[in-house]
Every structure is written in structure tokens, then in C-alpha cells.
């Protein structure tokens, strides 16, 4: 059974750093692109950014290019989100899904940026 | 980037009723596109992919048609667990994208 379970969330002040973490199981790990996906309250679905399978190519959205870092490491079946410099405008549950297709979903990690 | 323009945003519908939601792209996207449902307070749940593929253990009433830049979800028979909202999603290229959601009411 896949299985994707985020870690990481909490409350962060504007300016600070979280990072992300989503252990993967039930599946080839290192065979696979990943991606985060992230839901404001109340609002849709956005994508934030995903990682090839050895982790050499990497795209995200314009609005965390340089703030916002996804990593993995395949030895420990782990996806990460290093965030920094967030924002209020941060705030949101964030998913880690297989693939770019999207095909398996986390529970989800809520992140608040508020002072 | 490429817009994904979802319609309607919401509507109300009946157990047993035919639903179609649409999806336009702003250019042409193959079909590179997916269908997701989301229950309040859940992760979202895949429908669909390659604009008409059933995902494994979706249901047959859910289905996907379309390619290029306009895209359909047809649920043939509502059931009161399929009340929810729907996204399709974009990724034929970066920054992959959503469309603004369909909430599926009562």
C-alpha cells in the first residue's frame, strides 16, 4: 500500500524557516518524481514544486523561487520542503503527492505563518 | 503559465443526477490533464488522469473526455458520497496548474 505522511508543520513566525518532511512507503521511493501541493484556508489547490527521481532536476512556483527548497533522500524515503523567509501568505496545508500526475496523496501538514 | 478555467464553480445537484464539469485550458495541453475530488477537511483523491483514464478503484460513473484546450468530468449518476469539490489539473508544462475548484452541493 502507498503511503505518504507528512511531518514538519506547526507555527512560524513571518521572516523564519520550517522544513517539511513526507516518509514514503509501499513503493520503489527512488523510482519516482515527487511533489508538493499546498491548500490555503478556504481556498484551491496549489502546486509549489516537485523533484525528479535522484533529485537533479526541480521546478517550482515563481512565488517560493528562492525562499522555498524541495529535497529527498532516497536512502531514507523521504521527501523535504525547506522553507524560509515565509509569509503570511504561506499559510497553508501542504501535501506531498507521487508523481507530477499527482496519483497519491499525504494526510497533509498544516503550516501557520503568523507573529 | 497556463490558465486553467473551471466551470462552474459551484452547483447544486440531486443523488441520481448527471453532472458534467469543465475545464478550458488557455492553450493547447494534449491530455495532460487530471480530475481530482476533495472532501471537506480531507486530502484530495484522483479521478482521473490523461483526460480519460480511470484511476484504479474509482468508481465507473466518474469519467473524462476531452484533449487540447477543452476538457470534461461527467459523473453519470450522482451518489451522495460523491458530494464534493472537483479540481482538474494542468501538466503538460511548468508551473503545473489548477483550475478554481467546483463545489458539488446538495
Known amino acids: 500500500e502507498v503511503r505518504l505522511v507528512e511531518s514538519g508543520g506547526g507555527l512560524v513566525q513571518p521572516g523564519g524557516s520550517l522544513t517539511l518532511s513526507c516518509a514514503a512507503s509501499g513503493f520503489t521511493f527512488s523510482a519516482f518524481w515527487m511533489t508538493w501541493v499546498r491548500q490555503a484556508p478556504g481556498k484551491g489547490l496549489e502546486w509549489v514544486a516537485n523533484i525528479n527521481e535522484d533529485g537533479s532536476d526541480k521546478y517550482c512556483v515563481d512565488s517560493v523561487k528562492g525562499r522555498f527548497t524541495i529535497s529527498r533522500d532516497n536512502g531514507k524515503n523521504s521527501l523535504y520542503l525547506q522553507m524560509n523567509s515565509v509569509r503570511a501568505e504561506d499559510t497553508a496545508v501542504y501535501y506531498c503527492?507521487?508523481?507530477?500526475?499527482?496519483?497519491?496523496w499525504g494526510q497533509g501538514a498544516l503550516v501557520t505563518v503568523s507573529s | 503559465d497556463i490558465q486553467m478555467t473551471q466551470s462552474p464553480s459551484s452547483l447544486s445537484a440531486s443523488v441520481g443526477d448527471r453532472v458534467t464539469i469543465t475545464c478550458r485550458a488557455s492553450?493547447?495541453?494534449?491530455?495532460?490533464l487530471g480530475w481530482y475530488q476533495q472532501k471537506p477537511g480531507k486530502a484530495p483523491k484522483r479521478l482521473i488522469y490523461a483526460a480519460s483514464s480511470l484511476q484504479t478503484g474509482v468508481p465507473s460513473r466518474f469519467s473524462g473526455s476531452g484533449s487540447g484546450t477543452e476538457f470534461t468530468l461527467t459523473i453519470s449518476s450522482l451518489q451522495p458520497e460523491d458530494f464534493a469539490t472537483y479540481y482538474c489539473l494542468q501538466q503538460y508544462s511548468y508551473p503545473v496548474t489548477f483550475g478554481g475548484g467546483t463545489k458539488v452541493e446538495i
Open positions: 503527492a507521487r508523481r507530477t500526475g499527482l496519483e497519491y
Open positions: 492553450q493547447v495541453i494534449r491530455n495532460d
